[in-house]
């Protein structure tokens, strides 16, 4: 779900009946987009930008795109999680593959069913989920090349997704406050770094049920120990506080976020 490369377009990036199958597969991009979370909290996703810093791009948000668990119990097929205008050159299913995502991998746990409807297994699987999971559902299908024509070919979609809480966590200070804190603090060690020794990074780390940040830890580590432990050190010492994120009925519940640094072309 693998090694990372920063796409700077756009970072951030993507779980019969009750059937498992131990196979081994690597993350992949949507070949559909993922349906539009227009109604996702406006603190964490509405003021979506990179920063840039002496060359360096910064992002917090979710890991993948956000979804409520409103929405999940709400979702019965494929198309709950794709736009409708993709939907509609989709002429037969062959599967529908739902795992989860762990570590920045593709669990090896996979339920199946024929889709284009959820199994019974994987509605069940996603109600369960705890919040903050990381999923991939993989649809593959035959599509028809324009909405009017009968000629069919085999494509796959892949939309990746975080259960989200109904209110997400987010910094009283602002998005932005937040990065330009980490961007000028790093600042001293991201100047002196240069592309080639450096990979895309992600630090994850939890806000508890009291607005403080626990669990942070570096997810996928940008190969300068220096950088990735001021990352950390950054995050430990940041000023300010933090609204929790809050379930449907309105219990203040943990939430995990994701910091993303990287130097254009990692």
Same mark, same amino acid.
């Given at each position: 779900?693998?090694?990372?490369?920063?796409?700077?377009?756009?970072?951030?990036?993507?779980?019969?009946?009750?059937?498992?199958?131990?196979?081994?597969?690597?993350?992949?991009?949507?070949?559909?987009?993922?349906?539009?979370?227009?109604?996702?909290?406006?603190?964490?996703?509405?003021?979506?930008?990179?920063?840039?810093?002496?060359?360096?791009?910064?992002?917090?948000?979710?890991?993948?795109?956000?979804?409520?668990?409103?929405?999940?119990?709400?979702?019965?097929?494929?198309?709950?999680?794709?736009?409708?205008?993709?939907?509609?050159?989709?002429?037969? &299913?062959?599967?529908?593959?739902?795992?989860?995502?762990?570590?920045?991998?593709?669990?090896?746990?996979?339920?199946?069913?024929?889709?284009?409807?959820?199994?019974?297994?994987?509605?069940?699987?996603?109600?369960?989920?705890? &919040?903050?999971?990381?999923?991939?559902?993989?649809?593959?299908?035959?599509?028809?090349?324009?909405?009017?024509?009968?000629?069919?070919? &085999?494509?796959?979609?892949?939309?990746?997704?975080?259960?989200?809480?109904?209110?997400?966590?987010?910094?009283?200070?602002?998005?932005?406050?937040?990065?330009? &804190?980490?961007?000028?603090?790093?600042?001293?060690?991201?100047?002196?770094?240069?592309?080639?020794?450096?990979?895309?990074?992600?630090?994850?780390?939890?806000?508890?049920?009291?607005?403080?940040?626990?669990?942070?830890?570096?997810?996928?580590?940008?190969?300068?120990?220096?950088?990735?432990?001021?990352?950390?050190?950054?995050?430990?010492?940041?000023?300010?506080?933090?609204?929790?994120?809050?379930?449907?009925?309105?219990?203040?519940?943990?939430?995990?976020?994701?910091?993303?640094?990287?130097?254009?072309?990692?």
């Amino acid at each position: 779900m693998l090694k990372y490369k920063l796409i700077l377009a756009g970072l951030s990036l993507g779980l019969a009946s009750y059937a498992y199958l131990n196979t081994s597969s690597s993350d992949t991009e949507p070949k559909l987009a993922p349906k539009s979370q227009a109604n996702a909290n406006s603190h964490v996703q509405a003021d979506l930008f990179f920063q840039k810093n002496e060359g360096f791009f910064f992002d917090l948000d979710t890991r993948f795109r956000p979804i409520k668990r409103s929405e999940l119990l709400e979702a019965k097929q494929f198309s709950d999680f794709a736009d409708a205008a993709d939907i509609q050159k989709l002429r037969r &299913y062959q599967s529908l593959e739902l795992a989860a995502v762990v570590s920045e991998q593709i669990a090896d746990e996979r339920l199946l069913a024929d889709g284009p409807e959820l199994s019974e297994a994987q509605i069940a699987w996603l109600h369960n989920a705890p &919040y903050s999971t990381n999923f991939r559902l993989r649809a593959d299908f035959l599509e028809a090349l324009t909405v009017d024509t009968t000629n069919l070919s &085999y494509n796959y979609s892949t939309p990746h997704y975080t259960l989200v809480p109904e209110s997400q966590a987010y910094y009283k200070d602002g998005k932005r406050a937040f990065i330009q &804190y980490i961007r000028e603090g790093a600042l001293p060690i991201t100047s002196t770094l240069n592309e080639e020794d450096l990979f895309a990074a992600k630090i994850y780390f939890t806000i508890g049920v009291d607005g403080v940040i626990t669990k942070a830890k570096v997810g996928t580590s940008c190969k300068s120990a220096e950088l990735d432990a001021k990352m950390l050190d950054l995050l430990d010492n940041l000023p300010g506080d933090w609204e929790v994120a809050r379930d449907m009925n309105g219990q203040a519940v943990e939430q995990e976020l994701v910091l993303s640094y990287a130097l254009p072309g990692c």
